[in-house]
């Protein structure tokens, strides 16, 4: 017996509003430093990382606006589901082109799949989301396909 209910399953594509972010060389520079780089062009900050996509990502909220346990809200993507404890699943990246300090980039972001395995311990929901980077003229320039599990 499936614990996704057809209103989960109609989730599978939904996507939230695009977002766009400039890349600095100061933010990479900074990155850099705070992540141990070792590459010149990252420390100088003429290129960035692929994960400095991820702190690109996260906003820059209110210390009240965190949950009790520090951490940011759950993405609007994550739907309520029967099971409650979300952790991360891992990571698929696609490079298209180099991350630069000057460019503007959009952030798609889309609920891709949605689907159920049985674990060890139990039912365990896997949501893969699809986070589309790109210039604002539309070239791609870093596909991630990022899975978090529920059990």
Do not use: W
Request: with cysteine; hydrophobic share 40%; net charge negative.
């Amino acid at each position: 017996m499936s614990i996704l209910t057809d209103e989960l399953r109609a989730l599978i594509g939904t996507e939230v509003a695009p977002f766009e972010f400039e890349i600095s060389r100061n933010d990479i520079r900074k990155y850099a430093v705070a992540t141990g780089q070792r590459q010149q062009r990252y420390l100088n900050g003429d290129e960035a990382p692929l994960l400095f996509l991820f702190s690109a990502m996260m906003p820059v909220i209110p210390l009240s606006e965190l949950l009790p346990d520090g951490r940011q809200p759950d993405s609007p993507l994550i739907p309520e589901l029967p099971l409650k404890r979300i952790m991360a699943g891992g990571s698929e990246y696609r490079v298209h082109g180099r991350i630069l300090p000057g460019q503007v980039l959009v952030c798609r972001q889309k609920l891709s799949d949605l689907y159920e395995k049985q674990g060890g311990s139990g039912p365990l929901i896997f949501m893969v989301f699809e986070n589309r980077f790109e210039t604002r003229d539309g070239e791609p320039v870093v596909t991630e396909y990022l899975t978090r599990i529920a059990r």
